[in-house]
């Protein structure tokens, strides 16, 4: 059994936040309100008289510019077109990786103690068993077959260290445990700059066991192309390739197309990562200043605050001031005296919060 969708729990306190009557700001749901920039959209233009299938390991084209940008902005070395695999969006193969890996009844799933939720499920569909970590090299490697790292994390924006993934990859590969390493906010740091499990200072120079998920869903506004990639470990990518060709589940061709103009460029990922950095500093300070605590919360697109109540308490404070944010028991019972804020407004709607808060 599943469990409840976590969304549908906030309705009351979105119709309480929406009769504020300067309308709601909604800081809940880490969805892009940017603009698509201009080139990334002239590129899936272009691409739009695609009447064919598209294949679900992509054009050349396309694993080309993922093999350059790993080497480009991760410092990965040795990538070849065999260690990339283009996903439908990160969301629907963390839901459907267990199950794709083969995993069932028996078999442990690993996470972390705050996590995004789809984790469990994933493990759910696939009928595994699941368990949350704080140090990922303290777990029980027996049947222990999928380990997920997330860095930066979502919700609380933690990052984890050279060192701490070095000796995370050291340890899984001891117990011939598979890491995936969910990485999709790893161009948003703040106040740390994350490292991917790619670099060679972290795996010694090899994919053996390792695979990174990388999504252009926030550092390109792509969340409604459903464009992302994994890269790693061949022979862990060769069997997924396979099984997602028995499954359809390819990318269209003209998101490929948008997703090679999108990692051939930088200009457009610095512009939107300044946005989110005026919104984080105005946020962050109202927040303050309001009587919240901030932890964590060096990179991602999130602030993870607390007044040291029940998440819910602060949810409907907030739903009173006309701002929705996300309850931290979301992520986990360890969340349940924090919430998540979203960088993911308007800077409109990010000025009127902090008039509010004021």
């Known amino acids: 059994m599943l469990p409840t969708f976590p969304w549908d729990k906030l309705a009351p306190y979105q119709q309480t936040a929406t009769a504020h009557p300067d309308g709601v700001v909604d800081l809940s749901v880490g969805t892009p309100v940017d603009p698509v920039p201009d080139l990334i959209q002239q590129a899936l233009v272009a691409a739009a008289d695609s009447p064919g299938y598209p294949t679900v390991w992509g054009t050349p084209a396309l694993r080309d510019a993922i093999t350059a940008w790993l080497g480009h902005r991760l410092g990965a070395r040795g990538v070849t077109h065999h260690h990339v695999l283009p996903i439908v969006g990160s969301k629907e193969l963390v839901a459907w990786l267990p199950t794709q890996l083969g995993l069932g009844p028996g078999d442990k799933v690993a996470y972390p103690r705050l996590a995004y939720p789809t984790y469990e499920v994933g493990a759910r569909l696939a009928r595994a068993e699941y368990e949350v970590y704080d140090d990922p090299t303290a777990l029980d490697p027996t049947n222990l077959k999928l380990l997920w790292l997330n860095s930066p994390s979502n919700p609380t924006g933690r990052v984890l260290t050279k060192e701490e993934l070095t000796r995370t990859v050291a340890w899984a590969r001891e117990h011939g445990v598979l890491v995936f390493s ?117 990179a991602s697109l999130y602030l993870w605050a607390t007044r040291d109540e029940s998440c819910w308490d602060t949810v409907a404070h907030l739903a009173g001031l006309g701002i929705l944010v996300a309850p931290g028991d979301f992520y986990g019972e360890a969340g349940a005296r924090h919430v998540r804020v979203a960088l993911t407004a308007t800077d409109e709607r990010v000025e009127a919060a902090v008039r509010r808060l004021a």
């Open 182 to 298: 969910d990485e999709c906010y790893l161009e948003l740091g703040w106040e740390a700059d994350p490292v991917s499990v790619l670099h060679p200072d972290v795996n010694g120079g090899s994919y053996d066991g390792i695979v990174s998920v990388h999504s252009l869903s926030k550092r390109s506004n792509l969340a409604g192309y459903r464009a992302a990639f994994l890269a790693g470990d061949p022979a862990v990518l060769g069997p997924l390739l396979e099984i997602r060709k028995h499954g359809g589940m390819m990318t269209s061709a003209p998101t490929q197309a948008a997703v090679v103009a999108a990692l051939g460029d930088d200009k457009h990922v610095q512009a939107q990562r300044e946005r989110y950095a005026a919104r984080r500093t105005a946020l962050r300070a109202a927040l303050l200043g309001h009587g919240f605590r901030i932890e964590h919360s060096e």
